[in-house]
């Protein structure tokens, strides 16, 4: 499956990267293949290995917040093979 | 955490309502604090217990669908107590 | 249509229910179908009238604060007539 | 403001692919700045000018589609420069 993921505290100042590049070394050391976006960030990988990811980088987030907000957004379609760079080249091939 | 919670399969009719009856179903016997709307379910409880709900209601649609697509949106905040009712009342006794 | 809808402002502290609440009545003073739930609104109407009533939430809200985060989840099903209350019931009679 | 924006028909058979393309011309021939990443497409420019490509992506797919399903994730920070690029650098130089 593929999961757009995105997370972040709730009330720590308007600049997040901080909180968001420890999320960064999370995912990096995770080994789930990945692709970060402006918005987010897409894993790809076995459900559980995708929502361990997601649920270390909450963990982390509560270290130092009170309050963390998060989104997740699945394709799940077994069977499909990789799709990570897929999915924008097959849509391009059909302009 | 309370988690807003949608799943769908994808490409098989433009009726989705037998399929999410099966969802309604694994949510309601699992236990977990849960309030159906029109758009989504939300469940309240551990991260644990929540995304096993989830993933529950997952693999049962992908009994019956080659693709599934699930929305998730948490709002996670460890200590704040019961807030499934809580957070619209709060904010209507500002208003 | 029916618009799942949920607005918080960035880095103004971790109770959001007074932001809220002005989002909240914007939307009851809209004339917009409506259902509040513990995670978002649902909002029903038009394309243009349900995203004016959105663009007027985030307007009043970039008044206090210098950033802010939006999610919108649509369902757009014209001809289907008022679905607020009959998603749920509709799957519910399914189980 | 950027906004992660992702659009699909329900009911419509497994493969989105041609859907998309559709939406991606839209988005292309728009002017408005856009990132297409395996999940969604990000877009950058005023709200009126990002909702009307939205808006457009959806009409053409309901020419086609009884039902279209719309995710939509904003993050509007006034004033702020262009960030389609800068927001994954600004995480990753705080690494």
């Not at 968001?20 to 402006?38: L, N, P």
């Not at 699945?74 to 760079?85: H, M, N």
Request: charged share 25%.
């Amino acid at each position: 499956m593929v999961a757009d993921f995105a997370i972040s505290p709730v009330g720590l100042g308007p600049s997040l990267s901080p909180y968001v590049a420890e999320a960064f070394k999370i995912i990096e050391r995770s080994g789930v293949a990945y692709q970060h976006h402006a918005m987010g960030t897409n894993l790809e990988g076995e459900w559980d290995e995708v929502m361990a990811v997601i649920k270390a980088c909450r963990d982390a987030m509560l270290a130092s917040a009170d309050r963390v907000s998060i989104t997740i957004k699945i394709d799940d379609r077994p069977g499909a093979g990789s799709r990570l760079d897929y999915k924008v080249r097959s849509a391009q091939e059909k302009m």
